[in-house]
C-alpha cells in the first residue's frame, strides 16, 4: 500500500456522518499506523498489535481475550466487522507459534466466524495471513490472521482492498455488539 493509498482508506473514516468523538478516539492508533507503517514498527515496543491489550477493550477495539491470543477490529476494516486474530507474542510467521497457540488460533477463528454469522449473517468469509511485506502484511513482523465477512454484492476483493467502499457503522458499535455475542455463540 502505497502512501496514497492509506491515507485514501484514512479518508474513509472522515465521511460525513461519522461521530466525531471516535474519530478523535482513534486518530492516535491510526497514526501509529498510517505514519511509518511497516517501517515504523522496530520491535515490541512500538507494535500496534503488541500495545493493544495493553489498553481497554473499547479503545484498542478488542472483541476477545484469550489465554495466548486475542481478536480485535481492523482499523481499516475491508468491510463492517473485519476482524484479526494474533497471537500476544510478539512473532511474525505462522510457523513460530506454539502446539498451544496454534490451537487457541484456530478455535478464536472459528469462534469469530460463528459470532459474525450470528450478528451480521455474512453469506461468506475471507480468511488468511499475509506472511512477510511481500505477501502483503501491513505489519509484517506481528503474526494476524484477517477475518473478513462477506455478503453478496459487496464487491469483488479488489475494490474492497483499495479502500473504496464506505464503511457505514462505526467501529465502536460494531466492537460493542461482537464482544456482546462472543460468549453467547458456542
Ligand atoms: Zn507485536
Redesign the pocket.
Known amino acids: 500500500m502505497n502512501e496514497q493509498g492509506v491515507a485514501s482508506r484514512q479518508d474513509d473514516f472522515e465521511l460525513p456522518g461519522v461521530p466525531d468523538a471516535f474519530q478523535r478516539l482513534w486518530t492516535p492508533h491510526r497514526l501509529a499506523y498510517v505514519k511509518g507503517g511497516q517501517q515504523q514498527v522496530t520491535g515490541?515496543h512500538n507494535?500496534p498489535?503488541?500495545e493493544a491489550p495493553g489498553r481497554g477493550d473499547a479503545e484498542s477495539l478488542i472483541v476477545y481475550r484469550g489465554a495466548l491470543v486475542y481478536a480485535v477490529l481492523n482499523l481499516f476494516p475491508y468491510n463492517p466487522g473485519h476482524l484479526l486474530v494474533c497471537p500476544y507474542r510478539?512473532v511474525p510467521d505462522y510457523t513460530d507459534l506454539t502446539v498451544a497457540e496454534t490451537a487457541e488460533f484456530a478455535a478464536v477463528s472459528q469462534q469469530a466466524m460463528r459470532v459474525l454469522r450470528a450478528v451480521s449473517n455474512p453469506s461468506g468469509f475471507n480468511l488468511g495471513m499475509n506472511q512477510g511485506e511481500t505477501g502483503g502484511a501491513g505489519i509484517a513482523?506481528?503474526l494476524h490472521q484477517h477475518i473478513v465477512p462477506r455478503w453478496g454484492g459487496d464487491g469483488n476483493f479488489l475494490p474492497i482492498i483499495a479502500g473504496t467502499k464506505a464503511i457505514t457503522q462505526t467501529l465502536g458499535d460494531v466492537r460493542e455488539q461482537l464482544a456482546g455475542a462472543w460468549g453467547s455463540h458456542g
Open positions: 515490541e507494535c498489535f503488541c510478539h513482523s506481528h
